[in-house]
């Protein structure tokens, strides 16, 4: 999926009547189409993955923070009351609270996540940072993730390029004391 609000993106394919700079499962639940000093900020894009920020106060706190697979396959996201992975797809038409398993598998990584139906094309589980820190670890080391949805649908998920972009989200979420989510592969502990 690409991105409207970037110079030299193509328009992304949308089902919703206006573009967005950022896929529509990774707005935050409250945000109107009203003019306000609320926006959704890119921190880092590489290969098919983006992480981004919310603030409601144009740029002076952090409220969100969201890293993910531009199709949306494989989303993460960390404010002050929760930690979730999420998976959207525009195509989906979801029950309300409808319910199902998705399996992440990465190299020798494998989860299974209890995933529940925010709206018609999104889904999310919550998430300890103590179970999200090795999910990271592994995506950082591997080049491809595989998710399963329940026994019915599988899909691969190219990481390349997602480790600065996730080291960007661990990044946010740290700073932000919404959870810490160790060191990525690509972060300095020092400049020297």
Known sequence: ??????PGAAMAQSYDEKPR???????PEDESASPSPSQMLVDER???????????D??????????????????????????QVRSADDHWTLASGQKGDMTVSVGSY???????????TTLSADIAPTELTPLLDAMAGARMAVVK???RTTLSVNLVGSVPVLDRFRGCAETQHFADLGHGAGQKASPF
């Open 21 to 27: 700079a950022v896929p529509v499962a990774m707005l």
């Open 58 to 83: 144009s740029g002076v706190h952090t409220d969100l923070c969201i890293a993910g697979s531009e199709s949306e396959i494989l989303m993460f996201r960390a404010d002050a009351d929760s930690l």
């Open 1 to 6: 999926m690409a991105f409207a609000a970037v």
């Open 46 to 56: 590489a290969g098919g993955w983006v992480a981004i920020h919310h603030t409601p």
């Open 110 to 120: 494998s989860r299974v996540f209890h995933m529940q139906a925010n709206d018609a």
């Open 149 to 151: 949805f329940g026994d």
